[in-house]
């Protein structure tokens, strides 16, 4: 799965979020995938729910096409980056 297309799928879903997602272990692992995500939508809410929004964005592409991801999740005011 392309890395710009999984972006672009956490974006649809998440309001005004921005996501960046890549490779840790080299583009050889194509499963095993780190995120980075800050959207308004995680404020107020857990890190289990920050991470349960992402992957209810991907739905079955995380059984299917990706084996491991590595989340990280801000809500923008949390984000210095």
């Not at 996501?19 to 692992?29: F, L, S, Y």
């Not at 780190?34 to 992402?54: D, N, R, W």
């Amino acid at each position: 799965m392309d890395l710009e297309e999984i972006e672009s799928l956490i974006e649809a879903e998440l309001p005004d979020a921005d996501a960046e997602v890549t490779q840790p272990r080299g583009p050889e692992d194509e499963d095993h995938l780190a995120a980075l995500v800050v959207s308004p939508a995680f404020e107020g809410k857990s890190l289990v729910e920050q991470h349960e929004l992402v992957y209810d964005a991907l739905g079955d592409r995380m059984t299917t096409d990706i084996h491991a991801m590595e989340l990280k999740t801000y809500a923008p005011e949390e984000y210095d980056g």
